[in-house]
């Protein structure tokens, strides 16, 4: 092996003479030369910086990637797709597999069924929700976590080198001043070190030099930190804006989504329900109807008047009768104060009979305890049997 052996062993003096220096700078027996005011604040600003965007670009890659398995082996995949040049493929979101689960699950229970055809149009919406996802996922990822990476990988490493090398030239120039010292005190006793001190100078000269001249860089990259931040200013900007825009877009799937369930279950549960109680007298399950709310939630709000005008022109609650089978009994989950006298008030944990009749509002049923009868919400209600 090629090497200089004198280097090696001036390299080595120069580590010892460092260690040495620090070691007693922090004993307190050796001086230090001071760094200005401006290059402190400017070191200060530079490491506060990199904190708090090391925790940030830390805490966003947990909200996009939650999973911290999930993380590392997606930190690993994107890693070995970068050392081979190629696209990192993108990945399915959880919202598009359970959507998938839930399509693959109605071919089982059967799509013309009210339960598999729910499932297909709830699972449909799900994949729409995963693709807003995942899109949101790979906007943020370009437009917010790699310029942050980019700063923690790049250019603060090349700040910390340069901050390492003045402090090396620090050491240095503290150095030669104390043997400068050593010289001028020996000289006062001996005038043969009269060389010795000349030395010593233009070795303090020099080593002052590189100083000044490391420190002027040093200064140059830290203040470089202001146009970071103005940086990431701008890609926090396109992350809201990315953010909003997925909510957005999740706001309207949902809407839409609710929308095609209310048109598709004024149909399906009324018919559900009256088939279900004329076939047989004792349910062996809880009815849809009665997964709206569950015990211990807090009280829904109020279910709008039925708007229905077959009900509101025909519906009279004083001439309603129970049919001959299909009366149901229900649990009341919370209490409910009737707003007019077509309704019953309601107890939580009271036991009445529910039953259903043409051209109610699916919102509604007919209830009754003793002699009293009305229309009640069935958010408010558990079906029993």
């Known amino acids: 092996m090629d090497f200089n052996v004198k280097k090696l062993a001036s390299d080595a003096g120069v580590f010892f003479t460092r260690a040495v220096q620090y070691t007693e700078e922090k004993l307190g027996q050796a001086e230090k030369t001071e760094l200005d005011a401006h290059l402190e604040n400017l070191i200060a600003r530079a490491d506060c910086t990199k904190n708090w965007t090391e925790k940030i670009f830390r805490q ?33 979101t959880n919202a598009e597999l359970l959507g998938q689960y839930m399509q693959d699950a109605a071919k089982e229970f059967g799509p013309g069924t009210p339960y598999g055809s729910t499932l297909i149009t709830v699972g449909e919406f799900q994949k729409r929700l995963g ?15 790699t310029p942050l990476r ?32 050593k010289a001028k005190s020996a000289e006062a006793k001996a005038a043969l070190w009269s060389e010795e001190v000349d030395k010593a100078e233009h070795e303090l000269r020099v080593a002052q030099t590189e100083f000044d001249r490391q420190a002027e860089v040093t200064r140059l990259l830290l203040e470089g930190i202001s146009s970071t931040h103005v940086n990431h200013l701008r890609c926090l ?92 009994k229900a649990k ?21 009979t529910v039953y259903t009749v043409p051209g109610m509002d699916p919102d509604w049923l007919i209830g009754e305890r003793g002699n009293q009868k009305g229309k009640v919400p069935v958010t408010y209600l558990e079906l029993l049997s």
């Open 60 to 92: 966003t890659e947990v909200l996009l990637q939650p999973n911290p398995s999930k993380n590392l082996g997606a930190r690993i995949e994107e890693f070995f797709y970068e050392k081979l040049d190629r696209k990192i493929p993108s990945r399915t």
């Open 131 to 145: 693709g807003a996802e995942r899109e949101f996922l790979h906007t943020s990822a370009i437009n917010f976590l």
């Open 150 to 181: 980019n700063f923690l990988e790049g250019d603060w490493k090349t700040i910390s080198k340069e901050r390492r090398l003045l402090e090396n030239r620090r050491l240095d120039l503290d150095v030669c001043k104390a043997r400068l010292k």
């Open 237 to 328: 900007h396109e992350f809201v804006e990315a953010q909003a825009a997925y909510y957005i877009q999740c706001h309207k799937h949902m809407q839409d989504l609710q929308k095609e369930l209310s048109s598709a279950n004024g149909d399906t549960f009324p018919n559900a329900f009256a088939v279900n109680a004329s076939t047989s007298g004792v349910s062996t399950g809880p009815s849809p109807l009665s997964t709206a709310t569950l015990p211990g939630a807090s009280s829904p709000s109020r279910p709008p008047n039925p708007s229905n005008a077959l009900e509101s022109s025909t519906l009279k609650i004083e001439e309603v009768k129970p049919p001959a089978t299909g009366t149901r």
């Open 332 to 352: 009341v989950l919370y209490d409910y104060d009737a707003a007019d006298t077509s309704e019953l008030s309601l107890l939580s944990d009271e036991l009445i």
